[in-house]
């Protein structure tokens, strides 16, 4: 039973750790399109687009994106470790009521 539970733990971990990494990439998008739109330059190196500010706006979606899965990952571990009764304690901390 203890090694299902590292294993979820592990994945958890994984997912969080991808999630990351996206962040980064899209952190990384709003970074060079805002470099190019203050130079008047295109953008040699974006992922979807050489226009600045599509590849700004890819990164801000993308950013949000990744976010909320990350709070919403976070929420549910929290929902999922918790007893029942110190789930709305949990929640009232949360969203800080």
Do not use: Q
């Amino acid at each position: 039973m203890e090694k299902i539970t590292n294993i979820r733990k592990i994945k958890w971990l994984c997912t969080l750790i991808v999630l990351v990494i996206l962040e980064v990439c899209a952190l990384w998008c709003i970074d060079i399109s805002v470099s190019a739109m203050f130079n008047n330059n295109i953008v040699t190196n974006g992922f979807v687009s050489s226009n600045p500010v599509v590849t700004y706006h890819v990164g801000l979606l993308l950013s949000f994106v990744v976010l909320m899965l990350i709070c919403f990952i976070c929420v549910y571990h929290i929902m999922d470790n918790s007893n029942n009764k110190g789930r709305f304690a949990y929640l009232c901390i949360l969203l800080k009521l």
